[in-house]
């Protein structure tokens, strides 16, 4: 953006102006400063790995941004992709010799803030005779009318071998508790050579479980209660190719299943997978069938934008399994000035487990407000006050979380609180659950006292 600069000479009058005509000063002030502003462009393009020759194509896509800049666009010099790729435009651009320049996309519309976001998709191959590790430059500048260009730079990358690539991206609405969804598998080769055999590596998370296949082992994440299966896929699997499961992994959906649920699997050429998964035990179960992966379709082209992941997921929104998360008061006994030990918490009656690890915070947690005429004396951990001296009146109390993404059915989570008898004893404390994913099916049970006397 310009700044407009004010001559010396020039401001001992304004001042002056400004002494006998402040408020008028004020009113113009901003609408020419507005007039003055060309606005602002930004782009962005994310460095990208491409196969050798014989591979599909990548589609790359380039973010173009702008707010209240004129004809805002994004040019492209290719002169640092020589001898290691192409480049393939939208037939929006226009090319000049090694130059392309591309428009704000015509699909792009503004935000509510008047800022338009536009994606230019660019293909790249690997160019002939590009050999595995060749590495070259594509610059790109955002320019509008009257703002100064920006200048960057991306690399590309061309990388030899078999490259399977997850196509699985699925969000689904919360199916009902003994329900049997099918679990898609997909993958097409990104590389340049084929793939054989490949290592298939899913985890479901608890209340979903999957079924048998003779060629998968399984087993359990004992942090997350995760069921993880490890499948040997046997084939060759050639470039560009689209291969998928016919019909999908049935999995049931268990009484444990409560809220949000996310099945990740992740693919990798046999003969340069990393490690099985740690701290799991995998074995067999008996099965009547096999788990393949059958080619669909003709080969593609080039790969869409987002197609660059190992990675997959099937995400299922809201199962609402039913649950009873039980709070645990106290009672203790003593004197005045002495300290009692009270023992508080909650405890999972099932069936459904409450399970955070989607968003990554706490699966369990509990309020604690110790009664009247006591004062706590220690700090557990993980727990955090709050009120008090803050909030005149209101009575100290504490927030305590449960460690770890999973609280599993029968389990209980309790935290020592030490508390001094100030006196008099008045009103009891109370243990109050905290609902989470959403409110139990009995709540009548999510307070309970804690007294001393």
Request: charged share 15%; hydrophobic share 40%; net charge negative.
């Amino acid at each position: 953006m310009e700044s407009v600069r004010v001559p010396r000479g020039w401001a001992a009058r304004l001042g002056a102006v400004a002494l006998v005509a402040a408020t008028a000063v004020a009113t113009v002030a901003a609408p020419a400063a507005a007039e003055d502003d060309p606005g602002w462009v930004y782009a962005w393009l994310d460095d990208t790995t491409i196969g050798t020759a014989g591979a599909p194509g990548r589609t790359a896509e380039l973010n173009l941004s702008s707010t209240g800049a004129t004809d805002p666009r994004v040019s492209f010099d290719l002169t640092g992709l020589a001898g290691v790729a192409t480049v393939t435009f939208p037939n929006w651009c226009v090319t000049s010799a090694t130059t392309v320049t591309c428009p704000m996309p015509p699909t792009a519309t503004p935000d509510e803030w008047g800022t338009v976001e536009g994606k230019v998709p660019v293909v790249l191959r690997a160019a002939p005779g590009a050999a595995d590790g060749a590495t070259g430059t594509i610059g790109y500048t955002a320019a509008a009318d009257q703002v100064e260009p920006e200048t960057e730079q991306a690399a590309v990358t061309v990388a030899a071998g078999p490259a399977p690539i997850n196509l699985v991206d699925a969000y689904v609405p919360g199916p009902a508790v003994g329900d049997t969804v099918n679990v898609p598998v997909a993958v097409v080769n990104g590389g340049g050579q084929a793939a054989e055999d490949l290592r298939l590596t899913l985890r479901f998370p608890v209340g979903l479980v999957p079924a048998a296949y003779r060629n998968c082992r399984y087993g359990t994440d004992p942090m997350l209660l995760t069921t993880v299966m490890v499948c040997t896929v046997r084939g060759s699997f050639a470039p560009g190719q689209r291969y998928k499961l016919r019909g999908g992994i049935p999995t049931t959906v268990t009484p444990a299943a409560l809220g949000n649920k996310r099945a990740t699997q992740f693919v990798e050429p046999l003969a340069t997978a990393g490690p099985l998964p740690a701290g799991v035990t995998l074995t067999g179960r008996e099965a009547d069938r096999r788990l393949r992966l059958r080619a669909v379709g003709e080969p593609v082209d080039a790969l869409t934008a987002g197609q660059d992941s190992a990675w997959g997921q099937y995400y299922l929104r809201d199962i609402r399994g039913t649950f009873d998360v039980v709070a645990l008061g106290a009672a203790a006994t003593g004197a005045v000035g002495a300290t009692v030990r009270v023992q508080v918490g909650i405890r999972n009656d099932g069936p459904g487990v409450p399970d955070d690890s989607v968003s990554g915070g706490g699966a369990a947690s509990f309020r604690f407000v110790p009664p009247a005429g006591t004062t706590v004396t220690n700090r557990p951990a993980g727990c955090s006050p709050s009120g008090g001296e803050e909030e005149e009146g209101a009575p100290v109390s504490w927030y305590c979380g449960k460690p770890g993404l999973i609280f599993a059915a029968g389990e209980t989570f309790t935290v020592p609180f030490d508390l001094r008898i100030d006196g008099p004893v008045g009103a009891a404390g109370e243990v109050r659950v905290n609902p989470y994913p959403r409110t139990d099916d009995a709540p009548a049970n999510d307070v309970a006292a804690v007294t001393v006397g």
